[in-house]
């Protein structure tokens, strides 16, 4: 548990944040000093610490005062007294205060192990109990849904790595459910009682990539006016997952590379090298070996990586999957939302598994949430379809013939028109959208908008 710890010591007396120095290195952690209050308050405000061993009685500011302002200030760390004029009343306001504990000087080598991994533990179970609250929460659902072959078969394979320490490449369209196929390895995992840490390569910049994964010591650059964590050192003894590793510059993959094949590392700006025991998961919606053969990505990264491979299967290719899929996100969005949950009588449930669904499991999702919110508890046929379910493109079944007068939704039946207003003129204009626009008097940026909502192109409106 004391193992890459991060530890501040603040004392007045030398001797002692050097003892405490020397025990706590010895057990592998990283330990900083601060020789009074107003440093040491500094100090944790500014790091990121797991533990203080706070003295109470120092010139100037006192440990006292320093507690309550972390206190006040949200800073949640385990903190514990230590006193060589204790008494019982000082203890019991120190704890009052909000301290982990109160140890007596002279101090007691079993006495700060013992209680410093007591302390450790208590961090680690509020976090690991922050984790369990967010997982009771409908999102954070890990279950793949569906009964497909592709679907059965990937749940065999999670169950098989799982228990493992093999690291997995999982490759699939954007909006498939590679993170949730992530979750479910890490929850297979013995790492499972610790928190997956994400990091989304595609959403982080270039230049503070390295701070994100490696973290960086305060004052390393601009605006780094904290020392922080970064997610290698917040995954020791768990997973990291790599989202859209492909996105990685070829100067940030050398790096990370030297990392995982040594599981060490340095923090920006920092000298100390910090040791972790790391399972690495990543995914990339891009081919990762034309990728490689393009120059983009570098083959020994790709082959370090590429342990146990993983395919999560795009949702056309698992159409049967998709009424038990909106069942499912139905009945969450009722119970998160507490409203009644929306059906599909069976010839809607037939149009949703003809439509190519190009946002995967994502736009799913999002169409479940909008007839949610439009038919609350009623049972969707398809004249309640929006219009792009009914569009002619690739992968959509065509629209049946429904009456205007049949549709009830004002909104339905007026998109209704519009599509089908916008297929006759075009198909007048031989597809040409710049005429099309001229002569239903349409700016033509609306014009496209519009086309794309119903997904019609100009091959739609050209004579054959």
Known sequence: MLSNASILVIDDEEDIRLSLRGIFEDEGCQVAEARDGSEGLSAALDGDFDLVFLDIWMPGMDGLSVLRTLREKGVDIPVVMISGHGNVETAVTALKDGAFDFIEKPLSLENILVTAEKALELSQLKRENRELRSRVQPESDTHIVGTSPQVVRLRELIAQVGPSDAWVL??????TGKELAARGIHQASRRAQRDMICVNCA??????IESELFGHEKGAFTGADKTRKGKFELADRSTLFLDEIGDMSLRTQAKVLRILQEQKF??????????????????????????????????DLFYRLNVFPLTVPPLRERAGDVPEMFEHFSMRMARSQNMRPVRLDPQAAEALKGYSWPGNIRELKNFVERLSILYPGQEVTPSMLPPEFYSGGAGAPSRPAVAVEEIADFKM??????????????????????????AIGLERTYLYRKLRMYGINAEDGRQR
Do not use: C, Q
Not at 170 to 175: A, D, K, L, Q
Not at 280 to 298: H, P, Q, T, W, Y
Not at 421 to 433: E, K, S, V
């Open 170 to 175: 999982i490759s699939g369209e954007n909006g």
């Open 203 to 208: 959403a982080i910049p270039e230049e503070l």
């Open 266 to 299: 340095e923090r920006v700006g920092g000298s100390k090298t910090f040791r972790v025991d790391v399972r690495v998961i990543a995914a990339s919606n891009k081919d990762l070996n034309r990728e490689m053969l393009e120059g983009r990505f570098r083959p």
């Open 413 to 438: 039946a007026r998109a209704h028109f519009e599509e089908n207003f916008l297929r006759r003129n075009l198909a007048r204009h031989d597809g040409n959208i710049a005429r099309l626009a001229e």
